[in-house]
């Protein structure tokens, strides 16, 4: 199965995480390094979410049809 990988930074306060848990929001649109936009939902996040928000650098593998494979930190 080909993939595809996209390299991006994150940076969510802790309100705009409280706005998700409230059910205001369910997903982001990032930015990757390469100036690619992909449209995340926000459930991904929750391994890395903590009391000040959410600020790292991820990576994201996608099938080549867009479909979540894995989310990772790498900083």
Same mark, same amino acid.
């Given at each position: 199965?080909?993939?595809?990988?996209?390299? %991006?930074?994150? &940076?969510? +306060?802790?309100?705009?995480?409280?706005? *998700? *848990?409230?059910?205001? /929001?369910?997903?982001?649109? @990032?930015?990757?390094?390469?100036?690619?936009? =992909?449209?995340?939902?926000?459930? &991904?996040?929750?391994? %890395?979410?903590? &009391?000040?928000? @959410?600020?790292? &650098? %991820?990576?994201? =593998? +996608?099938?080549? *049809?867009?479909? %979540? /494979?894995?989310?990772?930190?790498?900083?």
């Amino acid at each position: 199965m080909s993939q595809k990988k996209y390299i %991006f930074s994150m &940076h969510l +306060t802790a309100e705009q995480v409280l706005w *998700y *848990y409230q059910g205001h /929001i369910k997903s982001v649109v @990032v930015q990757a390094d390469s100036g690619e936009r =992909v449209q995340l939902e926000l459930r &991904h996040f929750k391994p %890395f979410i903590r &009391h000040e928000g @959410v600020k790292a &650098h %991820f990576e994201l =593998v +996608t099938s080549l *049809y867009g479909n %979540f /494979i894995s989310l990772k930190k790498i900083n």
